[in-house]
């Protein structure tokens, strides 16, 4: 599914004495169901999210305005970022 990144966030810490560190890529998409464009999230494990950065020889910022096809596995975990166009916005 193709989405526009207009944010990147870090979350790191512990809950219930288990440690996490999860990227947040804030996404604007079209919805059917949704007049205009539908905003929403799409996370990422940190160490993930390097490796596509990585890959991409990219900076987090390098992402922001880019339009992304991300695929999901059954259980909504990504599979796979392709970088599209850069949208200009």
Known sequence: MKYEIVGV???SGEYEGRPYDTTY???LNVN???TGR???TVKLKT???GN???EHGISANDL???TVNISF???RNVESVELLEKSGK
């Open 73 to 75: 596995d059954q259980y």
């Open 47 to 49: 160490p993930a999210f």
């Open 38 to 40: 539908q905003a929403g």
């Open 52 to 54: 596509i950065l990585q």
């Open 25 to 27: 890529l804030h996404v």
């Open 9 to 11: 966030q870090r979350k």
């Open 64 to 66: 922001l305005g880019r």
């Open 32 to 34: 059917p169901n949704v």
